[in-house]
């Protein structure tokens, strides 16, 4: 039962409850004017401490295209936030208004924190280099309906594994289907935190390897993920300057891949596929981003159970 539950962690879901969010994803995209009003007086409040094109218009987009509305900030300086109001008491406010939540926050464990003091549900919609577990579910929509089946991949993540919360989250779930391997692509510098290493990895015995070099595997891969080295996220300007271009994904690499291999790219992008890429046709990274639109419709219908 998912009514009333929040979505922090992308562990915090069984794999039959993922299963069930991907059917009626998958109901949603083939019968949209079924879904158009489920959601007919329901309230989301989008609460974006941090930028976001992709996770917080998809948001609002699935309320409104559910028959919902949608309150909320983009940046937390237009909120009491500026004021020194916690997330605890912010989440309790909401709570008098919205009948769901999402929030995005620089400071991993933050919706965490939010939810334990909620009275609707929350879903975390990135926690700084943490967890992104709607991304995740994005990608798991996305795997399902281009290549087909989520099990019996090698997996290919690609760029900055250590802050990318997607990567993090998308190992921990894709881990929990069979026959899946991972080549993990990324400078030491920005390699896999062991949380994520030894604590899901290691722990479940899925089969992993560590390189530095794409074009090495590339051949090998049925899914390749790209990630872009986050910025935000370094202490140390230098650092970024010299890691930021560390990959770049072009036609001549392509040209080494499977023809059924697919790119994918949480987005946004900065240097690390070349625009040429976006013309091969196993490059989606725009149609993820709008699986992301029916994996939030079928979440929110799911948390708020009005399907
Ligand atoms: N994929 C993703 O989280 O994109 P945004 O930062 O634009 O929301």
Not at 11 to 19: A, R
Not at 176 to 192: A, D, E, H, Q, T
Not at 278 to 301: S, V
């Amino acid at each position: 039962m998912l009514k009333g539950r929040h979505l922090i962690d992308p562990m915090d879901f069984t794999l039959e409850e993922i299963q069930e969010i991907l059917v009626l994803s998958e109901e949603i995209i083939l019968n949209p004017n079924d879904y158009s009003d489920i959601c007919k007086g329901k309230i989301l409040a989008n609460l974006f401490y941090e930028p976001s094109t992709r996770t917080r218009f998809s948001f609002e987009a699935a309320m409104l295209r559910l028959g919902g509305q949608v309150i909320g900030f983009s940046e937390a300086i237009s909120s009491s936030v500026s004021k020194g109001e916690s997330i605890a008491d912010t989440i309790r406010t909401v709570g008098c208004y919205a009948d769901i939540s999402a929030i995005r926050h620089p400071k991993e464990g933050s919706s965490k924190i939010a939810s334990q003091y909620s009275s609707i549900p929350v879903i975390n919609a990135g926690d700084g280099g943490h967890q992104h577990p709607t991304q995740t579910l994005t990608d798991l929509l996305t795997i399902k309906s281009i290549k087909g089946n989520l099990d019996n991949n090698v997996i290919g993540i690609c760029g900055d594994l250590k802050f990318g919360r997607t990567v993090h989250s998308l190992i921990k779930s894709m881990s929990r289907y069979k026959n899946n391997k991972f080549v993990l692509i990324s400078p030491k510098k920005l390699s896999i935190p062991d949380y994520i290493s030894k604590e899901v990895l290691k722990k479940n015995n899925i089969e992993y390897l560590e390189i530095e070099k794409m074009d090495d595997v590339i051949k090998d891969l049925d899914i390749l993920y790209m990630t872009r080295v986050q910025k935000e996220r370094f202490f140390n300007e230098d650092e970024y300057l010299k890691l930021k271009d560390s990959y770049i994904l072009n036609k001549e690499k392509m040209n080494k891949a499977k023809e059924d291999m697919i790119v994918m790219h949480p987005l946004p992008r900065v240097n690390e596929i070349s625009y040429e890429v976006d013309e091969d046709p196993r490059a989606c990274y725009f149609e993820q981003a709008k699986y992301g639109m029916y994996a939030r419709m079928a979440l929110i219908a799911k948390l708020l159970g009005v399907n």
